[in-house]
């Protein structure tokens, strides 16, 4: 069973490897930030059948985030135990059998309710990246909050999409 403890350590790991890899730029931070959040989110959430061994994120839309996460990917399994594989889409339509999908255009995903009920239907894990409100599709969503990275939860999309997020990492998101 995982922990906050287990989460910050995770966090902690990969905050090593942000600072390590000398970027100074702060968008470069805030990307290795969210893809250190995107890998723990893994650990906290369960899904409606066995967890899995393997997990596929699927990006859509054009981000560093994937590029970044791409490249830690190794360590990044060794640190959750979890085998991660990632697919790229350029369209929503385009989507095919994931767990995960990181979405870097909202207006993208607005497009495609056809995707929205994919996701649902997949018990797909949703996350977006938007610094003003949550998307109404969103399971958990990034914000800037005093300059800081938070996510913030929502409890019903995860409900709707057969998913349970743990009281750990329900504890770590931001409340409005």
Not at 5 to 21: A, D, M, N, P, Q
Not at 87 to 113: Q, R
Request: charge should be positive; charged fraction near 20%.
């Amino acid at each position: 069973m995982f922990t906050v403890k287990h989460f910050i350590r995770g966090y902690l790991l990969c905050l090593s490897l942000i600072i390590l890899s000398g970027f100074t730029a702060v968008q470069d931070a805030v990307t290795k930030v969210k893809s250190a959040y995107i890998i723990n989110f893994l650990k906290f959430i369960e899904w409606p059948k066995e967890n899995p061994d393997e997990i596929v994120i699927g990006f859509l839309g054009e981000s560093a985030v994937e590029d970044f996460l791409n490249s830690t990917k190794s360590a990044a399994e060794k640190n959750i135990n979890i085998k991660i594989n990632t697919l790229h889409f350029s369209s929503a339509e385009s989507v095919g059998k994931i767990n995960v999908l990181y979405v870097a255009s909202i207006k993208e995903f607005k497009k495609s309710d056809f995707l929205k009920n994919k996701c649902v239907q997949d018990h797909v894990l949703v996350i977006t990246d938007k610094s003003v409100g949550m998307p109404d599709f969103s399971c958990i969503n990034f914000l800037l909050v005093n300059n800081r990275l938070k996510f913030e939860i929502n409890h019903s999309n995860l409900k709707s999409n057969g998913l349970k997020a743990s009281a750990q990492l329900l504890k770590l998101s931001h409340k409005r």
